[in-house]
C-alpha cells in the first residue's frame, strides 16, 4: 500500500508533498495549543514504532501479500498526534528498507494520515457515553475503515498517475484486484482496533484519551 | 554504521546529503526521455561509485518496494498500449506498456540507488539532528529519536510474546484466527512500552531535547561539501531543464 518512488509524475508528487504538509502543520497547531504539547510524545513515540515494524509485516492473501496498515489505530490512539507520527514512520521507512519512497513520502502520508484523522473524528464523534458493545463496534468501524479509505486513496491516486495513453480498463481491473486483496485486511485491523481499544479501556483507560 | 553502509564519500555533512538527495530524487522523478534516462543512470552510477555503495546496501533496500515495483513492470507492459510487440504464450507483449514500465524501473532504481549512496553511512539518529537543522519541528525530532530507541525494544517484546502465546498452544500463522489474542498482545507491550517510553522521554528532556533555546547540533559544511552539492543539484535540473527545453 505504498507508493514507491518512480512511478508518480513530479506534479503529483509535489502536490502530495503539499497536502500532507498542511496536514501536518494543522496537526501541529492543534497539539502546540494544549496546556502541555510534549505530554504525549512518549505514547506517539511508541505507536510510531509499532506503525514503523507493523508495515513491514506482510500477510499472505493468495495469490497476493498485503501488510498491516494501521492507520485506524494510528488515529485512535494518537489523534492529531497520528500525522506527524506516521511521516516520520513513513520515512525511516523509506531510508532504511527503501519501503515507500522519498518522492512519494508527501501521497504516502496523505493516504495513511486521512484514514488516521477519519478514524480520530469517528471515534471522537460517536464513542463518547456510549455502551461497551458500541464503543466495540466504533472501534472496529475505525479500524476497518481506515483501511478501506486508505486503499481508496492509493488507487485514486495511482489511477490519476499513471500515463493517459494507457488501457484504462486494465489499470482499474488490476487495481480492483487490489483493492479486494485487502477487504481480509480491513476485517483483521477493525478486530484488532476493537480488541486494543477494549483492553486498554478496561487496564488502561487513560491511554485512549486521544485529541 | 551498518556493515553493508556506503563510505563517508564526498559530501560530509549530512545536511547537505539530504538536500542533495530530496533535489536529485524529485529531478529525477520527472524524467522520462531515453536519453535523460540515460543520463540519470550515469549520474547514479557515478554518484554510487563516489560514495562506495556495496551492492549488498542497495539489496536490502530493494526488497520491500520492488515487489510493488516489480508488479507494476511485469503487468504493465501486458496490460497496456495497442502496439503489439511479441506472443509469450498466451500473454501479450505491448510497447506502450514496455514503455512506462521501463521509465519507472530506471527511475525508482536510481531514486533508491542515490538515497541508499547518500543516506546510508549516516547514523540515524545524526540524521534526524541534520533534519532538525534543516528545519524539522522540534517535536517531530524528539518522537523521532524516542521512536529509534522503541523499534527493537517492541520486535523483541514481540517476539517473546508470541513464543509465550504459542508454548500456551495458540496456533502458529496470521490466519489462525487470533485477532483477539493478538490485540490483546500488543495493547499489553504498549502498556508495559509507554512507562519506559515516558521515564526515557523524561531523561531526554532533562537533557533539553525539544527545549526552545537548545542549540542544534553543529554542522560544518566544508567547501568541498558546498562544491559538490552544487554540482549535484546543477546536474540534476540541468537534465530536468534540458528534456523540457528539447
Redo the contacts between chains.
Keep these: 500500500m505504498?507508493v514507491?518512488?518512480?512511478?508518480?509524475?513530479?506534479s503529483l508528487?509535489?502536490g502530495g508533498v503539499a497536502v500532507a504538509a498542511g496536514l501536518t502543520a494543522l496537526s501541529?497547531k492543534r497539539?502546540?495549543a494544549r496546556s502541555d504539547?510534549?505530554a504525549d510524545?512518549?505514547?506517539?513515540?511508541?505507536?510510531?514504532?509499532?506503525f514503523?515494524?507493523a508495515s513491514?509485516v506482510h500477510?499472505?492473501v493468495p495469490p497476493a501479500?498485503v501488510h498491516l496498515m494501521l492507520s485506524g489505530l494510528m488515529g485512535v490512539l494518537l489523534g492529531w498526534f497520528a500525522v506527524?507520527?506516521i511521516?516520520?514512520?513513513l520515512?525511516?521507512?523509506?531510508?532504511?528498507?527503501?519501503?515507500?519512497?522519498?518522492?512519494a513520502l508527501g501521497v504516502n502520508g496523505v493516504i495513511f494520515g486521512l484514514p488516521a484523522l477519519a478514524a480520530f473524528g469517528l471515534t471522537r464523534l460517536l464513542m463518547a457515553h456510549s455502551t461497551p458493545a458500541r464503543e466495540t463496534a466504533v472501534a472496529f468501524a475505525a479500524g476497518a475503515g481506515a483501511v478501506v479509505l486508505g486503499v481508496a486513496l492509493f488507487s485514486g491516486i495511482l489511477l490519476a498517475g499513471?500515463?493517459a495513453?494507457?488501457?484504462a480498463a486494465?489499470?482499474r481491473?488490476?487495481l480492483l484486484a487490489l483493492a479486494l486483496a485487502h477487504l481480509p485486511l480491513a476485517v483483521?485491523e477493525g478486530?484488532?482496533?476493537?480488541?486494543?481499544l477494549?483492553?486498554?479501556r478496561r487496564?488502561?483507560p487513560e491511554?485512549l484519551r486521544a485529541g | 554504521m551498518p556493515a553493508d553502509a556506503a563510505r563517508p564519500g564526498p559530501i560530509a555533512d549530512p545536511r547537505l546529503r539530504v538536500v542533495a538527495l530530496v533535489g536529485l530524487a524529485f529531478g529525477f522523478s520527472a524524467l522520462a526521455e531515453p536519453w535523460a534516462l540515460a543520463l540519470m543512470v550515469a549520474l547514479t552510477l557515478a554518484l554510487a561509485w563516489g560514495f562506495g555503495l556495496p551492492p549488498a546496501a542497495l539489496a536490502r533496500r530493494l526488497r520491500w518496494p520492488g515487489t510493488v515495483v516489480a508488479a507494476v513492470v511485469i503487468l504493465l507492459p501486458l496490460m497496456s498500449g495497442e502496439t503489439v510487440l511479441a506472443h509469450i504464450g498466451p500473454l501479450t507483449v505491448r510497447a506502450e506498456g514496455l514503455e512506462v514500465a521501463t521509465v519507472i524501473a530506471l527511475r525508482f532504481l536510481c531514486i533508491v540507488a542515490v538515497a541508499a549512496a547518500l543516506l546510508s553511512a549516516v547514523p540515524l539518529p545524526r540524521l534526524v539532528a541534520a533534519l532538525r537543522a534543516l528545519g524539522l519541528p522540534a517535536l517531530m525530532a524528539d518522537m523521532a529519536l524516542l521512536m529509534l530507541r522503541h523499534v527493537e525494544d517492541l520486535r523483541q517484546g514481540l517476539r517473546r510474546m508470541r513464543v509465550a502465546m504459542r508454548l500456551r498452544g495458540a496456533p502458529a500463522g496470521f490466519w489462525a484466527g487470533q485477532f483477539r489474542a493478538n490485540g490483546w498482545a500488543l495493547a499489553s507491550l504498549l502498556l508495559r512500552s509507554h512507562a519506559q517510553s515516558e521515564r526515557i522521554y523524561h531523561a531526554m528532556i532533562v537533557r533539553g531535547h525539544g527545549a526552545a533555546r537548545a542549540s542544534p547540533e553543529p554542522f560544518r559544511a566544508s567547501r568541498r561539501d558546498w562544491t559538490v552539492l552544487i554540482a549535484l543539484l546543477l546536474a540534476g535540473s540541468g537534465l530536468v531543464l534540458l528534456e523540457h527545453v528539447l
Excluded at chain 1, 41 to 50: G, H
Excluded at chain 1, 95 to 103: A, R
Excluded at chain 1, 191 to 196: D, E, G, K, P
Design positions: 505504498h514507491p518512488d518512480g512511478i508518480l509524475p513530479l508528487s509535489l501541529l497539539i502546540n504539547p510534549r510524545v512518549p505514547r506517539a513515540a511508541l505507536l510510531t514504532a509499532v514503523f515494524a513491514l500477510i499472505p501479500s506527524p507520527a511521516l516520520i514512520g520515512f525511516f521507512q523509506a531510508v532504511m528498507f527503501g519501503h515507500g519512497g522519498l518522492t499513471l500515463p495513453h494507457l488501457d486494465a489499470e481491473g488490476a483483521v478486530l484488532v482496533v476493537a480488541a486494543v477494549g483492553f486498554l487496564v488502561s491511554l
